[in-house]
């Protein structure tokens, strides 16, 4: 029998039989976070950026391909402001205006023209000063801060450019259509804010309105049909929004008065209401709760409501709700069941949170006195706790100042 001796140093934690680096700790407190499928990056009041999680293709930024369960600074030195998280990669806006991504880059989602994944932060490709940048699921959608134009890049199949392309990008399952660099998205409408699912974009106008492009399969677009499109479309209804926010195949808006609505797949139960299996429009979100703060993940929603009440609804296999389910929910294909709610539930946590966001399958938010905490699914290091054993209520993310 094999018996294995694992010394652990003061910067060494014992994990299993693996020991884990811990890194220094944060430098200041966390202010905005971003939750990826399986990783999260964060950002301080002194414009650093953390990441934490899965880092095969070194969304994390630190140089490696290797998990960090611990809050690690991006390798290099920029000052850049709130990271935007994808399915594998992460993208952040510098002082000034310069757009950096790090992470895979098999459809160019990066934007620096090539089809390399990248380990640490490289500069978009071009001349344009960003304002914001929003991760999808292998592309990425920005808003000049020149002229409030919205632009695209990465994989383009669904229109999610916003534009068809005309490039491709060789794939294990042959070329795909991609763009390696910014892209305009068609429409020249201009927009205050962008969000990104996996397959779809929506982004905010100047008079409030919400447009959505690319993949409408679950109505995720909320213009009433079920079409893909590559330009921008109005969403249905004629409501104005103040906040909009994607999940995998659903998107939500809060309005200026709190109120939130989803639309398209709600076989989960993310879009917070229980008549039907998708909705092709906005539909208000159950329980009569008015909204500070939303944040959709890939199959749940949450969000914080006035008196600074936390709920979360949807899918809760990992235990991204933070609170107990009595559902159960099937999927389209009939072959996975998993706990799930319709219904706004309240938080299982004695913590004040002031803003939150939800990921791949969990869901992190920082406290009214700036500590952040995480809870669900952990498997690569995402709740950023130092381990990887999941939560089904919020726990403290390690090494916060």
């Known amino acids: 029998m094999r018996v ?52 095969r293709d070194g969304e994390i930024g630190d140089g490696s391909t290797t998990d960090r369960p611990y809050a690690t600074q991006i390798g290099n ?23 950096y991504c790090w992470g895979l880059n098999l459809t160019g989602q990066i934007g620096d023209s090539s ?8 500069a978009v490709k071009g001349s344009l000063s960003f ?11 920005g808003i000049s801060a020149t002229d409030s134009s919205a632009y695209c890049w990465g ?7 916003g534009s068809r392309p005309i490039q491709t990008c060789p794939t294990s399952g042959g070329p795909e259509p991609c763009t390696r660099a910014p892209s305009a998205v068609g ?10 699912g996996a397959r779809h974009a929506c982004a905010l106008a100047v008079d409030s309105t919400a447009y959505c492009w690319g993949d409408n399969s679950a109505g995720q677009l909320g213009n009433g049909t079920v079409a893909d499109t590559a330009l921008p479309l109005a969403v249905s209804g004629g409501l104005k929004f103040k906040l909009l926010t994607s999940g995998f195949s659903h998107t939500c808006g809060l309005t200026a008065g709190g109120d939130a609505y989803c639309w398209g797949d709600n076989t989960w139960g993310q879009l917070g209401e229980t008549v039907t299996g998708q909705a092709l429009q906005p539909t208000a979100v159950t329980g009569g709760i008015i909204f500070l703060a939303l944040s959709a993940g890939a199959e749940h929603t949450c969000g914080i409501g006035t008196g600074n009440t936390t709920h979360c609804w949807g899918e809760d ?33 004695t ?51």
Not at 22 to 30: N, Q
Not at 131 to 141: D, I, L, P, R
Request: hydrophobic letters at 35%; a negative charge; aromatic letters at 6%.
């Open 115 to 122: 089809v390399v994944s990248r380990t640490m932060p490289t």
């Open 155 to 161: 994989w383009g199949r669904d229109g999610e450019l």
């Open 317 to 349: 296999a990992t235990g991204q709700l933070g609170a107990a389910t009595t559902e159960t929910c099937t999927s389209a294909s009939q072959r996975t069941i998993a706990p799930c709610s319709h219904t706004p539930l309240p938080v299982n946590t």
């Open 187 to 196: 429409g020249g409408l201009r927009f205050l804010a962008i969000t990104t």
């Open 351 to 401: 913590q004040i949170f002031a803003s939150i966001f939800a990921g791949g399958h969990h869901t992190c938010a920082i406290t009214t006195g700036g500590k952040a905490y995480c809870w669900g699914d952990n498997r690569n290091g995402q709740l950023g706790t130092g381990n990887t054993s999941g939560s089904d209520v919020p726990v403290l993310v390690a090494n916060q100042p």
């Open 131 to 141: 304002g914001q940048v929003a991760g999808g699921g292998t592309f990425t959608c």
């Open 77 to 99: 030195t920029l000052m850049l402001g709130l990271p935007a998280t994808g399915a594998a990669h992460s993208c952040a806006v510098g002082a000034g205006g310069d757009a």
């Open 4 to 55: 294995a001796v694992i010394l652990c140093l003061a910067a060494v934690a014992c994990q299993g039989s693996q020991s884990v680096e811990i890194p220094p700790p944060v430098d200041a407190s966390l202010i905005a976070m971003s939750g990826g499928l399986l990783h999260t990056c964060a950002v301080t009041t002194t414009t650093h950026v953390y990441c934490w999680g899965w880092n």
